[in-house]
Structure formats: C-alpha cells, structure tokens
C-alpha cells in the first residue's frame, strides 16, 4: 500500500470517527445537516459501511481499493486488503499487510481530529468554513450537498472537502477531498446497515490472528 493510500485511511477513519462525535450546535443551515449526520450515526447502533476509495493526480486516477468499517460508539474496526485499523476508544492498533508490522498508540482527541471511514467533520467546527452546496442528486436518490474549506491560516491536509449527505436518512454517502500536493480522493458508501450488535471485543487487535505481526508499540 502507497503512502497516498496510507494517508486516505486515516482521513477516512478521521471522517467517521467524527461522525460517531457529539457536533456542537450550529444555526447554519449547513453545519446543522452535519449535526443530523453525526446523530444519525451515534444512534444507529452497530454500524457496519463498505466504501470504495479513488485517489487522483492531475484527473489521473492513481490508486483504488475497497474495504470496509464497522463502528459502535467511539470505537471502529476498518478493514481493507492491505490494510486493518482498530480503535477501542482509547488505543489504536494499524495492521500493515505489506510489512506486517502493528504500530500501536494511544491518540488524543487532537490527534483523532487531525490525523485519524464517517475528524474532519469535528474539525469543521473550528478549522473549517461550512456552506450548503447546490446539488440535490445522488446516484438517483435526494442529497444534501455540504461543501468544507479549510481556512487560510489552518495548516490542513484537506483542503476542500464535498459531502453528499441522504436528506431521508443523513446517512453520508459520498466525500471528495482536494488535499495539499493537488491529489484528489473520493469516497463512496457503497453499503450501509445499522443496528448491529458487535462485541467490544472486535475492536481490539488480537495477536492469535496475526501470530507472524511485528508490533511496534508507539505509546
């Protein structure tokens, strides 16, 4: 897996980490559709989403991958075939295939929101402006369309972001991001269920089913 794709995964986590956060209030129009995105998904339950990644440089379409996330609360569980990343709420674990290493830590928020599958919606709240876009239709179904910029003195990696969020639902379905070195990604939601019932212990890293993995304890 390319450091391209390496930094997709943790915005990606970042994303849906943020979802999963209490938003503050917000009289906007805009940033109160990220609020009803972010209590659609504290309230859904277990939340298992599969995506589909696409990075582009110069509209050349450079990496692409599938995976998966399941979600309970704070903790997540994202999967890809090159790569697996659990958070139970206080220590992340992110299993490398190609170098079958674990790098182990323990993020604070602040690092969740910076670095770290549904932060960024979280940062908008301070490192962000928020605005409603124009477009309606997704994939024929009704959308809200959220547009994020980074503001001028914000050092972001991101630094446009689009949100297709479902007006029924607010289940996000769609993220592009434009980010430093003029890379582009996209995010599709391609299948999304709710109400699971997932053991805290899913969320855990566990040595039986990686005996061969070199863990590299960060914290």
């Given at each position: 897996?390319?450091?391209r794709m390496?930094?997709?995964?943790?915005?990606?986590?970042?994303?849906l980490?943020?979802?999963?956060?209490?938003a503050q209030?917000?009289?906007?129009?805009?940033r109160k559709?990220?609020?009803?995105?972010?209590?659609?998904?504290?309230t859904?339950?277990?939340?298992?989403a599969?995506?589909?990644?696409?990075?582009f440089g110069e509209d050349?379409?450079?990496?692409?991958?599938?995976?998966?996330?399941?979600?309970?609360e704070?903790k997540?569980?994202?999967?890809?075939?090159d790569a697996v990343?659990?958070f139970?709420?206080k220590?992340?674990?992110?299993?490398?295939?190609?170098?079958e290493?674990v790098n182990?830590?323990?993020?604070?928020t602040?690092e969740?929101?910076?670095?770290?599958?549904?932060?960024?919606l979280?940062?908008?709240?301070?490192?962000?402006?928020?605005?409603?876009?124009?477009k309606?239709?997704?994939?024929?179904?009704?959308v809200?369309e959220v547009l994020?910029t980074?503001?001028?003195d914000?050092r972001?990696d991101?630094?446009?972001?689009?949100?297709?969020?479902?007006k029924?639902?607010?289940q996000?379905?769609?993220i592009e991001?434009e980010?430093q070195?003029g890379?582009r990604?996209?995010?599709t939601?391609?299948?999304?269920?709710?109400?699971?019932?997932?053991?805290?212990?899913l969320f855990?890293?566990?040595k039986?089913?990686?005996p061969?993995?070199?863990?590299?304890?960060?914290?």
């Amino acid at each position: 897996m390319g450091k391209r794709m390496k930094r997709i995964l943790y915005l990606l986590v970042t994303i849906l980490f943020a979802l999963s956060l209490k938003a503050q209030t917000s009289q906007t129009e805009s940033r109160k559709i990220l609020d009803s995105a972010s209590a659609a998904i504290r309230t859904g339950g277990g939340i298992k989403a599969d995506f589909t990644v696409k990075v582009f440089g110069e509209d050349r379409l450079l990496e692409e991958m599938q995976g998966s996330i399941r979600l309970k609360e704070e903790k997540l569980l994202l999967k890809t075939d090159d790569a697996v990343i659990w958070f139970d709420g206080k220590t992340q674990w992110s299993y490398w295939a190609e170098t079958e290493e674990v790098n182990v830590t323990n993020p604070t928020t602040e690092e969740l929101q910076s670095i770290n599958p549904y932060v960024l919606l979280s940062a908008y709240q301070n490192g962000f402006e928020c605005q409603k876009g124009s477009k309606t239709q997704f994939q024929g179904k009704p959308v809200n369309e959220v547009l994020l910029t980074a503001i001028a003195d914000n050092r972001q990696d991101v630094l446009r972001a689009r949100l297709y969020i479902l007006k029924e639902t607010y289940q996000l379905v769609f993220i592009e991001m434009e980010q430093q070195g003029g890379n582009r990604s996209e995010i599709t939601v391609t299948g999304y269920q709710t109400k699971k019932n997932y053991d805290d212990a899913l969320f855990r890293f566990n040595k039986k089913e990686y005996p061969n993995a070199e863990i590299i304890d960060l914290r």
